[in-house]
């Protein structure tokens, strides 16, 4: 079963704020949602990870629901180099352990100049 | 420096080779990861080493044979693969908490491309 569900893609023009959605319905409360990316020929790369606030870094910002259901990565000002797959994770204790990120299908990003 | 390091880039192999994988980082990371990622799927992971031992491998085939010389090296050598086989090879590492795992950012190398034919 799919722990997170995300739309397949994505367009957004350059410059603009770009919001990506995930939804976790079945989410546990000790389950933290991580973002990752993978550009083109690229292995993926961290963004940002929460719990139950919002948080903000210096890529993303995080907004989580208040019944943690889901969540939205928002990319303030798309640029080109952000067009990229963007993955949404729950992880946990289950499975292989913490160690474990069990990557969905993810959203791919275009971003149109 | 946040980098981990994979060679080759690019590998091309028959299914009677024996070729290896290499992958290294210097971040002082004691957690290593293999994940195979097939065209146009995302990645799933293959073995775990925490602190140069095997803590997890995920039902790969022993075709796969995984070695962790030391903290800064992970290698993945290769054997009889099939043509299915072929596949993007990411190598990740981790900062090791003691207890829960799960606030860890990973860090992938760009990858090694593997054909079989």
């Known amino acids: 079963d799919a722990k997170t569900t995300q739309p397949n893609s994505m367009e957004s023009n350059e410059e603009e704020p770009v919001h990506l959605p995930c939804n976790h319905s079945?989410?546990?409360?000790?389950?933290?949602i991580h973002w990752y990316r993978q550009l083109p020929s690229q292995g993926p790369e961290y963004v940002i990870h929460g719990l139950t606030s919002n948080v903000n870094n210096r890529m993303a910002s995080l907004a989580i629901a208040e019944d943690r259901k889901s969540s939205t990565l928002i990319l303030h000002r798309a640029t080109l180099r952000d067009a990229a797959v963007y993955y949404c994770?729950?992880?946990?204790?289950?499975?292989?352990?913490?160690?474990?990120?069990?990557f969905g299908k993810g959203t791919k990003l275009s971003v149109i100049p | 420096d946040t980098e981990v390091t994979q060679t080759p880039k690019h590998l091309v192999m028959g299914m009677t080779n024996k070729k290896s994988l290499k992958c290294e980082q210097h971040?002082?990371?004691?957690?290593m990861y293999w994940y195979k990622q097939k065209a146009k799927k995302p990645p799933e992971l293959m073995f775990v080493?925490?602190?140069?031992?095997?803590?997890i491998n995920e039902s790969v085939p022993s075709r796969f044979s995984p070695e962790c010389p030391n903290s800064s090296l992970l290698n993945l050598h290769l054997h009889a693969l099939q043509p299915e086989d072929s596949a993007l090879y990411l190598c990740a590492s981790s900062h090791l908490s003691s207890g829960t795992q799960i606030q860890e950012t990973q860090y992938f190398g760009p990858g090694t491309r593997l054909l079989v034919l």
């Open positions: 079945t989410i546990s409360g000790t389950d933290y």
């Open positions: 080493y925490s602190y140069e031992k095997l803590s």
């Open positions: 994770i729950l992880r946990d204790d289950s499975g292989a352990g913490s160690y474990q990120l069990t």
């Open positions: 971040m002082g990371h004691r957690a």
